[in-house]
């Protein structure tokens, strides 16, 4: 044998041409395609180039706004609770009952809704069809602007960040609560049904059991999703300790300002493992949760 390595036989011409006609996007695309994809990636490069444009980009802005961030970080370094750390602490509980009063409210409310969104409890079609619709279109309005609404509606505070919260989450929920309760097992109902059992029963014991640990492990989910959410409510005047941090940023005590984050991350992150641990025993037993 050769020192010299073996090249790999190429297969004939004709052969190559039957496979490329077979298979023509296993091979070079044609040109008008390729011309195409010039044409949409130059496209997209122009629109990127106008989108900076258009928001004012350049290396000069960039540059002084993180030469000023850097400042704040600076400034931030060390952290202080200030004189009014009492406030701080109550604004917190604050954010924390905002945050468990919103999503207890949405979760008992989305509850009975899904139960009507899911096609195996609502069977009339114009019905469903039409609480579902009402569902996207409450979806689609941001907590945030929830919050705007309420504290117009009800006055600054706490009360406008509760309903704010059970407003963003109740049809979230309602959507989650029907997928789980559409994809239960019908067999338990079916077995309640022939012994006798009425629609509320075959709810009760035969839907019921089998969506309670979805059910509870969603709202377990959006309490600590909605305990960070609770201190932004809080900029715009619904109370809870995002009023704490837009107060101290408005007069640049940067130290109370991260003394309060590195507050909300720990509150954050003990509510994150907790909320997690509790999932896993609803969702895999209790073995799951000492694993």
């Avoid at 009014?84 to 602490?89: K, N, Y």
């Avoid at 960040?161 to 989650?176: C, E, P, T």
């Amino acid at each position: 044998m050769s020192g010299t390595a073996r090249r790999p036989a190429l297969a004939p011409a004709p052969e190559v041409a039957a496979w490329r006609a077979r298979m023509p996007r296993a091979f070079a695309p044609p040109p008008a395609r390729r011309a195409l994809h010039r044409a949409l990636g130059a496209a997209f490069l122009a629109w990127l180039a106008w989108a900076l444009w258009h928001f004012g980009f350049s290396p000069g802005r960039l540059w002084n706004g993180l030469s000023g961030l850097a400042t704040i970080l600076r400034l931030m370094v060390p952290p202080s609770p200030g004189e009014q750390w009492a406030e701080i602490l109550r604004g917190l509980g604050e954010s924390l009952a905002m945050a468990f009063l919103g999503t207890l409210l949405a979760a008992v409310l989305a509850l009975p809704l899904g139960a009507l969104g899911a096609r195996n409890v609502l069977t009339v079609g114009l019905l469903r069809f039409s609480l579902r619709r009402l569902f996207d279109g409450m979806r689609g309005v941001d907590q945030l602007v929830w919050a705007l609404a309420y504290v117009r509606a009800v006055g600054l505070g706490p009360l406008a960040g509760v309903l704010a919260v059970a407003s963003a989450d109740v049809a979230v929920l309602a959507k989650i609560y029907a997928e789980a309760i559409e994809n239960a097992d019908r067999r338990p109902v079916e077995g309640i049904a022939a012994v006798g059992g009425g629609r509320l029963a075959q709810l009760r014991f035969g839907l019921l059991p089998q969506v309670a640990p979805v059910i509870l492990a969603q709202a377990l989910y959006f309490f600590e999703s909605n305990v960070r959410s609770a201190a932004v409510l809080g900029v715009v005047g619904a109370g809870g300790i995002g009023l704490q941090i837009a107060e101290r940023i408005r007069v640049r005590h940067w130290d109370e300002v991260a003394f309060i984050i590195l507050l909300l991350i720990v509150t954050v992150a003990a509510i994150d493992a907790l909320s997690a641990r509790l999932r896993r025993r609803l969702i895999g037993g209790p073995a799951a949760a000492q694993a």
